[in-house]
């Protein structure tokens, strides 16, 4: 428990403690006479390391300040920059418009990368470099979704499953067990097969619907560990409700290894997305998305390499961002690996 | 400290038993864990009442009953004359303003993610009777100052403080309903020896400064006997000597108080080869199937007929001054004894 207290040169209880060992029989002799009062130094606290203000640390700004200095953050986080504002402004990045279908010219399928088509051509003579571009929207928008519903949704029914346990903890974790049973790919192709169309949504729907148990498992852990603290007890003895013990206690103490597992699996929502675009039940043309551009490029891959590698490349660079990302903030939230 | 003769709580045949259940889907109960089993005692305003026993004796549950974190199975116990045990939704959260609790880990009992303030602060949240809002941080300065931290300490988190702060912020928190009993759960046997003594002459002062009533529990007799006024000997979920601090410790009646007492170190190389040594054979037997008559008959060297038949009850016995549980009471100076 103790061990989230920032490392500092002075150690509270040594420096304090050490004084008054002549005390320390005084309890253990029957009928001593009062004992000293010396109150504890009221500045005994763990000197903080520089740069740092004299503001509260909590977990939050412990981890924040521990992510400030590590490279794989600061990596991570300039590329999710990056990919953030392409796909908020894609036409900061590109002056052509890829969703009209007068910039592709078919006379000019499958030309090599030059000025005036940076990564090349595809089979329709589109930009690959305009595409690739707006690609990033919609697989961002898919992971960011994904992400928000399945924290929201498996993080809620955790945290009652693990706070009232019982009859409505066992119906929760079966119905899990059910969806666990589920082969992924597969379950998303049977809940994809039944839309008609296909775009952002009914894929971040599919992604959800197959991933919210895990986060359910995650935050139904922590909230039974969280539930056995004494400091549940502490505020149930002082005449708390549930809703008071579930959202001011169990609440901020069990939802770190949640936003953990969410940050690593947007990375894999990103993924997901661009496998079920390329198997062409996800996001269909004329939107664009990564896995479809790499689907439409696959079967003339020996003629023209870019319109397949290029938006791969953009895949695999932005997964590992937030997989990075992910990384650091397990680090930083985990007292356990400081 | 002066303890007067105003009863403010009345245990009366106070029982839990926890069910041992067996199979998955059909539970059937095949016995019952009696870890407090017909416990009754007085607590005198202002007074101080130790309960010592070894582990597994059905002292923290006995502590958990007093605060109504556990309902018993059978009996009372009643505060001011209203019983608790029984009390359900706003009239039991009312009468827990008059009980309030210090816990033995000062590293679990506070939560990690709320700052000093807000440990302190939430009796009054619970309560919104107990302090209008805008005196609220300066009570809990005032609380601060009390319990002997620095009040300009109000927005720092736990894990800034040693374990003796901690311990004094829980105190503080367990004073700011204003109770007139605090249960005190083995409140410093997690903490350095030098430290105990200050918490204990903090619990001393306080005592005197708000006329509170303890129930005092912990293991170690030497630290019962400096704050006790009298105190309670448990052994298997009953209580089987109840005295003044001076009557059990100087003229112990029972065997089992006899045996504990002869344990306790003595900080003495010559009075040692003095003493009395008296070792128990065998462990305590299970909660779950108590030997018959009295408990500790399987461990006692006084043990005949009658104590397997019989079960003895808790009354003051020909030949000593106070009540305790065993046909064949005799008072005897372990600790003194040549």
């Not at chain 1, 590590?70 to 953030?84: C, D, E, H, Q, T």
């Not at chain 2, 245990?11 to 109960?29: A, N």
């Not at chain 2, 116990?77 to 029984?86: E, F, L, S, W």
């Not at chain 2, 619990?203 to 400064?209: A, P, S, T, V």
Request: glycine fraction near 8%.
């Amino acid at each position: 428990m103790s061990d989230i207290r920032p490392v500092g040169p002075a150690h509270p209880e040594t420096e304090q403690d050490a004084p008054a060992d002549a005390q320390v029989t005084a309890v253990g002799v029957p009928e001593a006479p009062p004992l000293q009062e010396r109150p504890e130094q009221p500045d005994a606290v763990p000197v903080k390391p520089k740069g740092r203000r004299d503001k509260p640390a909590s977990l939050w700004s412990d981890a924040w300040y521990d992510l400030r200095r590590r490279p794989l953050f600061l990596g991570a986080s300039v590329l999710i920059a990056v990919l953030l504002v392409m796909a908020i402004f894609p036409q900061l990045f590109t002056s052509i418009d890829p969703y009209d279908a007068k910039t592709c010219v078919l006379a000019n399928a499958r030309q090599d990368i030059s000025a005036a088509h940076w990564f090349g051509t595809d089979n329709q003579g589109c930009d690959v470099y305009a595409r690739t571009i707006y690609g990033a929207r919609n697989s961002i928008v898919v992971g960011v979704s994904t992400t928000v519903v399945t924290a929201l949704v498996g993080g809620l029914l955790g945290l009652i499953a693990g706070f009232r346990s019982g009859a409505t903890d066992t119906l929760l974790s079966r119905t899990t067990e059910i969806f666990f049973a589920i082969p992924p790919i597969l379950g998303a192709l049977l809940i994809l097969a039944m839309f008609r169309t296909g775009n952002v949504w009914t894929v971040m729907l599919a992604l959800a619907v197959l991933a919210w148990p895990m986060t359910f498992r995650i935050m139904r852990a922590a909230v039974i560990t969280a539930k056995n603290q004494d400091y549940v007890m502490a505020a149930r003895a002082l005449g708390a409700g549930p809703w008071r013990i579930m959202f001011r206690h169990i609440l901020p103490n069990s939802i770190a290894p949640v936003i953990v597992v969410a940050t690593i699996n947007l990375g894999s929502f990103i993924a997901a997305e661009a496998a079920l675009s390329f198997l062409g039940v996800g996001i269909r043309s004329p939107d664009i998305s990564w896995g479809l551009m790499i689907a439409e490029a696959r079967d003339r891959f020996l003629e023209a390499w870019e319109p397949l590698l290029f938006p791969a490349f953009m895949l695999s660079l932005t997964v590992l961002a937030f997989i990075m990302l992910g990384d650091a903030v397990r680090d930083a939230l985990d007292p356990k690996l400081r | 400290m002066a303890p007067t003769d105003e009863v403010i709580l009345e245990v009366r045949d106070l029982v839990k038993h926890f069910p041992l259940t067996q199979g998955i889907l059909f539970k059937r109960q095949i016995g019952a864990i009696k870890a407090v089993d017909g416990v009754s005692f007085d607590l005198h305003r202002g007074e101080t009442l130790g309960v010592v026993g070894e582990s597994g004796c059905g002292k923290s549950t006995l502590a958990k009953l007093l605060m109504a974190l556990e309902r018993p199975t059978s009996g009372s116990v009643k505060i001011n004359g209203r019983d608790m045990a029984r009390a359900r939704g706003g009239e039991l959260k009312r009468m827990r303003r008059n009980v309030q609790m210090v816990m033995q880990d000062p590293y679990t009992s506070l939560n990690p993610r709320m700052t000093v303030g807000d440990i302190i602060g939430e009796p009054f949240e619970i309560h919104p009777d107990v302090a209008p809002k805008g005196s609220r941080a300066r009570k809990v300065q005032e609380l601060l100052e009390v319990v002997g931290l620095n009040p300009d300490h109000i927005n720092r988190y736990p894990h800034q403080f040693s374990g003796g702060q901690r311990q004094r912020i829980g105190i503080a928190r367990g004073l700011a309903l204003q109770p007139e009993i605090i249960i005190c759960d083995e409140p410093v046997s997690a903490l350095d020896v030098s430290i105990q003594a200050q918490v204990i002459n903090l619990l001393e002062r306080l005592q005197d400064e708000f006329n509170l009533a303890y129930i005092f529990i912990a293991h170690d007799l030497s630290v019962v006997r400096h704050i006790s006024d009298r105190v309670a000997v448990m052994y298997l979920g009953k209580i089987v000597e109840l005295g003044k601090d001076t009557e059990i410790y100087d003229r112990p009646a029972h065997p089992y108080t006899q045996a504990l007492l002869s344990a306790v170190p003595v900080p003495d190389p010559e009075g040692r080869q003095n003493r009395e040594r008296i070792i128990l054979q065998g462990d305590p037997p299970s909660p779950a199937n108590p030997p018959s008559g009295c408990r500790f008959r399987t461990r006692c060297w006084k043990a005949q007929d009658i104590c397997a038949t019989e079960e003895p009850l808790l009354q003051i016995r020909p030949g000593t001054s106070h009540e305790s549980a065993c046909h064949f009471a005799e008072s005897h100076d372990v600790v003194h004894s040549a």
